[in-house]
């Protein structure tokens, strides 16, 4: 199973960038989808997570300006970043909790992409 993510960048303070991953390989199933974050000097943290319900859970320093979204049928997560502030700068990684076709269960990593905002 291999992650894809896309759609980071150099934005001025106040923009907006979409980041997509697609999921690729064995898969039967995904639960939870997800996009984490580090900082330089910082530890990962997560910003969003979608459960294959739909069902949303956002860190509070993106709530009301962060979507994620999911495209089931294409394995595809997506996050919409709106109203972008400096501290938003980081590398993003998403995630996901793959269930493949040998009943395997187990968490996949993206290779990250770089999210820079400037002021």
């Known amino acids: 199973v291999q992650l894809q993510a896309s759609g980071g960048g150099l934005v001025q303070a106040g923009g907006s960038l979409r980041l997509s991953c697609a999921a690729s390989?064995?898969?039967?199933?995904?639960?939870?989808m997800g996009w984490y974050r580090q900082a330089p000097g910082k530890e990962r943290e997560l910003v969003a997570v979608?459960?294959?319900?739909?069902?949303?859970n956002y860190a509070d320093s993106v709530k009301g300006r962060f979507t994620i979204s999911r495209d089931n049928a294409k394995n595809t997560v997506y996050l919409q970043m709106n109203s972008l502030k400096p501290e938003d700068t980081a590398v993003y990684y998403c995630?996901?909790?793959?269930?493949?076709?040998?009943?395997?269960?187990?968490?996949?990593w993206g290779q990250g992409t770089q999210v820079t905002v400037s002021s």
């Open positions: 979608i459960t294959s319900g739909g069902s949303t």
């Open positions: 390989g064995s898969i039967f199933s995904i639960n939870d």
């Open positions: 995630n996901a909790d793959v269930l493949d076709f040998s009943d395997y269960e187990a968490d996949y």
